[in-house]
């Protein structure tokens, strides 16, 4: 679902947002993260690893994820890395190339860029959304509005 150009439209956010309203009908918890990292993964084909991670004590630990294979980064300390920096600052962090920004922890020798976008209760953070793309600058405005978005519907059914 992106635009000739490669990236997330407006209009195709929408549409993706009222599909994900449609899978989480009824589901809370860990059913409802694992439907959302799935759909994100088959709905936006640049969303090339989806995960979604809880907030336990000083770490991020990986609740659940989409993808073509598993992360070793299944704990990660607040501050240390990108989503480290997200879940410590409570502000969502866009990395057009991963190569280029020091806080990075790889995963996968294919990941270009990362968004990673917090999860928040009470206007405190509970967990993100960490997604990875095989493309250089793969996110703009759009997905962070649209992942923003999806974090608060993910707050509501955590």
Not at 72 to 88: M, Q, S
Not at 99 to 120: H, N
């Amino acid at each position: 679902m992106k635009s000739a150009a490669g990236r997330l439209s407006r209009e195709q956010a929408k549409e993706v947002l009222v599909g994900l309203d449609s899978t989480l009908e009824g589901s809370r918890g860990e059913a409802a993260r694992g439907a959302i990292v799935k759909f994100l993964n088959s709905s936006i084909p640049t969303y090339s690893w989806v995960g979604i991670y809880a907030v336990e004590g000083n770490d991020l630990v990986l609740d659940a994820w989409a993808g073509p294979s598993p992360t070793e980064h299944t704990r990660i300390p607040i501050e240390k890395g990108v989503c480290g920096f997200a879940a410590k600052a409570g502000r969502t962090e866009i990395v057009s190339d991963v190569g280029k920004d020091p806080r990075y922890l790889q995963c996968f020798l294919s990941t270009k860029a990362e968004i990673v976008v917090p999860i928040l209760s009470e206007g405190r953070v509970i967990g993100e959304i960490d997604i990875d793309s095989d493309q250089l600058d793969a996110f703009s405005s759009v997905d962070k509005e649209f992942l923003e978005a999806v974090a608060r519907k993910v707050s509501l059914v955590w």
